[in-house]
């Protein structure tokens, strides 16, 4: 397998811990994104939407959006599973997952930060601020049901790591490196910490990438 992505893509980290806990090797394949590689062939022939991460199969398959691929590796590798046995507990890690993955990162996307600066002329402070209100906003809404609910544990759902915590700890590294509050977030960051002490976490992280730079 062969997996076009970017060292400080959210989404792309999400799809490299699951293959890191599935224990499925797969070969990197960087795309620079302030470059704008993936504008350009040869990714751009494989990708209609021009974003990472896409997962090429072994059968030459291009697979996109990254819980798409998640669940692609789900049940294709179903061990150790990343969602829960009960429909109920399915949805609700699903319903985490997309909190971060619709209502929060596509807000804060390279391509629509550039469309503030450059088209409608933020300026960088504003553009900050926009980061910044939509992290905040999303991750409350993140903690007060991971606080909220019986079905919490170590992890988001439970004591093993699910969709969810993929999901998650993403989310919180692009927080950190645009400055958003996480004081109000202790029961994301118990989670956090707890995630990022796990091998496919910490060696999946941005700053452990090939194509990692300062
Ligand atoms: N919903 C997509 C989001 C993919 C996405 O937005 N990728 C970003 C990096 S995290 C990207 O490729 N951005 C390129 C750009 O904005 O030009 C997924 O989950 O895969």
Redesign the pocket.
């Known amino acids: 397998m062969e997996l076009f992505n970017?060292f400080r893509?959210?989404?792309?980290y999400?799809v490299r811990i699951a293959l890191a806990l599935k224990g499925l090797d797969f070969e990197y394949v960087p795309v620079h994104?302030v470059r704008?590689e993936?504008?350009q062939p040869p990714f751009a022939d494989l990708s209609a939407a021009?974003?990472?991460?896409l997962l090429r199969t072994d059968e030459g398959d291009s697979l996109?959006?990254?819980?798409a691929i998640i669940e692609y590796l789900e049940e294709t590798h179903p061990t150790p599973p990343l969602l829960p046995a009960d429909a109920l507990g399915r949805a609700r890690v699903r319903a985490l997952a997309l909190d971060v993955?619709c209502e929060i990162?596509?807000l804060n996307?390279?391509?629509?930060l550039?469309f503030l600066v450059h088209d409608l002329k933020l300026s960088d402070d504003d553009k900050n601020r926009w980061i910044r209100h939509w992290i905040e906003t999303g991750l409350a809404a993140v903690e007060q049901q991971l606080a909220s609910h019986p079905a919490t544990g170590r992890f988001c759902h439970g004591d093993t790591p699910t969709l969810a915590d993929l999901t998650l700890v993403p989310q919180i590294f692009n927080a950190q490196r645009f400055e958003a509050r996480l004081e109000p977030l202790p029961t994301v960051m118990r989670i956090f910490e707890a995630c990022m002490a796990l091998p496919a976490f910490s060696q999946t992280q941005p700053s452990a990438c090939p194509d990692a730079t300062a």
């Open positions: 970017y893509s959210s989404a792309s999400r994104l704008k993936q504008q021009r974003l990472v991460p996109t959006q990254s819980l993955a990162h596509p996307n390279l391509r629509v550039r």
